[in-house]
T-cell receptor, first 115, second 114 residues
Framework: GAGVSQSPSNKVTEKGKDVELRCDPI?????LYWYRQSLGQGLEFLIY????????KSGLPSDRFSAERTGGSVSTLTIQRTQQEDSAVYLC?????????????FGEGSRLTVL | GENVEQHPSTLSVQEGDSAVIKCTYS??????FPWYKQELGKGPQLIID?????GEKKDQRIAVTLNKTAKHFSLHITETQPEDSAVYFC?????????????FGSGTQLTVLP
């Protein structure tokens, strides 16, 4: 398909373990975003990549969270030493370069459960 | 920074009735206001948006109104159908109108009862 692809769709882990979540954006989209959606909450911005520019990490909640984007395409969000409060759906979105509509194209998310 | 409040958090309507969801924002410089629909197990999808230079926009059964003076905007769905059942998010974006500056509301769970 041509949409944003995220994996895994579901991840159950034990407290203290590290997890990696993957996002494959729409081909040709240079902007990539990670959001966190906790139960009953809105979308919390985590990090933003635009082309080769330095990422905007201002939304990362702690230094246990990090993300990288290799080759301007696939991105990986890493959570180290997971805590129960990290349980949430992690959504990735992409948008085309130069878009002034602001439209985000979201993946279906990765649901993380920390036991 | 921008703060977006959304009401109600849950809304149930009978099929065929109208549904209205309201949002307020704090930053008077915001100029782009999208609405996203999130169906169960899916990612949010843009359904309609409005920029600050217009007061209303319609697309078939959905419409959005914007009052910049009061800093609030609303989503109106007419002739609701069961497939309209979903979580709806409003958002507001800063002066550049870019997705990077989007701040989302907390969402409204809409249930359309058959």
């Amino acid at each position: 398909g041509a949409g944003v692809s995220q994996s895994p769709s579901n991840k159950v882990t034990e407290k203290g373990k590290d997890v990696e979540l993957r996002c494959d954006p729409i081909s040709g989209h240079t902007a990539l975003y990670w959001y966190r959606q906790s139960l009953g909450q809105g979308l919390e911005f985590l990090i933003y990549f635009q082309g080769n520019s330095a990422p905007d990490k201002s939304g990362l909640p702690s230094d246990r969270f990090s993300a990288e984007r290799t080759g301007g395409s696939v991105s990986t969000l890493t959570i180290q030493r997971t805590q129960q409060e990290d349980s949430a759906v992690y959504l990735c979105a992409s948008s085309p370069r130069g878009s002034n509509t602001g439209e985000l194209f979201f993946g279906e998310g990765s649901r993380l459960t920390v036991l | 920074g921008e703060n977006v409040e959304q009401h109600p958090s849950t809304l149930s309507v009978q099929e065929g009735d109208s549904a209205v969801i309201k949002c307020t924002y704090s930053d008077s410089a915001s100029n782009y206001f999208p609405w996203y629909k999130q169906e169960l197990g899916k990612g949010p999808q843009l359904i309609i948006d409005i920029r600050s230079n217009v007061g209303e926009k319609k697309d078939q059964r959905i419409a959005v109104t914007l009052n910049k003076t009061a800093k609030h905007f609303s989503l109106h769905i007419t002739e609701t159908q069961p497939e309209d059942s979903a979580v709806y998010f409003c958002a507001a974006s800063g002066p550049s109108g870019s997705a990077r500056q989007l701040t989302f509301g907390s969402g409204t769970q809409l249930t359309v009862l058959p």
